[in-house]
Structures are given as C-alpha cells and as structure tokens.
T-cell receptor, first 114, second 114 residues
C-alpha cells in the first residue's frame, strides 16, 4: 500500500505570486487534511476535505483554498503569497476523517517565499 | 477549544537513559491523544495514540505514554534512549467537538548524547 505523497518537495516563489501544492492520499483513504508548519513550530490546521467537500477550516484567510478530486487526491492553493507563508506544508489522509482512526502524513512541501 | 502544551522545547539525554517528554492538554470533551515524531526534512510519523481504551499505550520503537485524566496529561517515555531517537516530537489532541482536526503542541527536540 502506498502512503501519502506530496509534490513538489521544494518550491521557491516570489511575494504576490500564486502556488498550488498537490497531495495523493493513501490508498483507501477518503479524507485529506492540510497543515502549515512554520520553522520551529508545531503544525497548524488549514482545512480538511471529506469526499470532495470541505468539512473543517482553521484560522487561515480565504486566499488559502483547496480542492479534493474524485480519486481523493487534493490540492492546496495559496494566492497573493506573503513572506510569512514560508513554511512546510503537510498533507495527511485518513480512512474516514475520524480522529480515532488516525492520520497518515506525507513528507511535506517546503515553500519559500522571497 | 482544545490546546496542547509541551513542556521543554529541547531535551538532552544520554544514550541508554530514560526519555521523558511532557504533554498537557485541554479539551471540552473526551479527547483522542497522539504522539508523532518528525525526523529532519521529513513528515510526521505516528508513534502511538490514545482512543479511550487502555490508559497505558504502547507504541513503536519502544515508546509508551500514559493518559492521566486527573492531570490532563499524556507524557511520553522510553526506558533507554538510542541515538536514532534524536528527532522532534509532537503531542496532538483531537476530539469530535473540534471536528476531528489535530491540534499540535509546539514540539520537543530530543538530543541524544553518546
């Protein structure tokens, strides 16, 4: 069984640009969550998708948006990039979106905004 | 609202010594609790989880944690540290009231001295 894969692994963007990060969920998982991990901090919840619908959102502005596809893969889009958006973005998948089932994390995408 | 506090951002232990990482949580409903490990430039790997069964939870790599409701704690221990345990460790809480999202502590970086 394949785990969670994220692409690209590293990315450098200029302030004001837009970026799209991609995530393939683990086989059999229908829920994908996205987290932002700034340097030296714990991950912060951005949002979650369950069966192609957003079903939870953290304290992030609307310029952070997402999508989940019928095969349960997902994208995270960030518009009007700011320097503070520089972070490791982690994708996690779950078989049913329930906390007790656990989440499997990918290795992340390191985004640097200059 | 749920929250997690990890006491000590850095812990240094000698190889073979006890590893003790502290985690206290707050949650308005019975929580699910997790410990994750993060190696440099990697994603998060689940060490163990508490989901309201046994209060003493055994995980991978010889780690275990005990859920103490009266103390709202979920400390992580390992009897004998190994060099490969050098990493960052994150405690996380989740509950149904919070939509099953994970809320992480700030992390504890473990250094193992030979």
């Amino acid at each position: 069984e394949t785990g969670v894969t994220q692409s690209p692994t590293h990315l450098i963007k200029t302030r004001g640009q837009q970026v799209t990060l991609r995530c393939s969920s683990q086989s059999g998982h229908n829920t994908v969550s996205w987290y932002q991990q700034a340097l030296g901090q714990g991950p912060q919840f951005i949002f979650q998708y369950y069966r192609e619908e957003e079903n939870g959102r953290g304290n992030f502005p609307p310029r952070f948006s997402g999508l989940q596809f019928p095969n349960y893969s997902s994208e995270l889009n960030v518009n009007a990039l700011e320097l503070d958006d520089s972070a490791l973005y982690l994708c996690a998948s779950s078989p049913d979106g329930l906390a007790q089932s656990g989440y499997t994390f990918g290795s992340g995408t390191r985004l640097t905004v200059v | 609202a749920q929250s997690v506090t990890q006491l000590g951002s850095h812990v240094s232990v000698s190889e073979g010594a006890l590893v003790l990482l502290r985690c206290n949580y707050s949650s308005s409903v019975p929580p699910y609790l997790f410990w994750y490990v993060q190696y440099p430039n990697q994603g998060l790997q689940l060490l163990l989880k508490y989901t309201s069964a046994a209060t003493l939870v055994k995980g991978i790599n010889g780690f275990e944690a005990e859920f103490k409701k009266s103390e709202t704690s979920f400390h992580l221990t390992k009897p004998s540290a190994h060099m490969s345990d050098a990493a960052e460790y994150f405690c996380a809480v989740s509950d149904k009231a919070a939509g099953n999202k994970l809320t992480f502590g700030g992390g504890t970086r473990v250094l193992v001295k030979p």
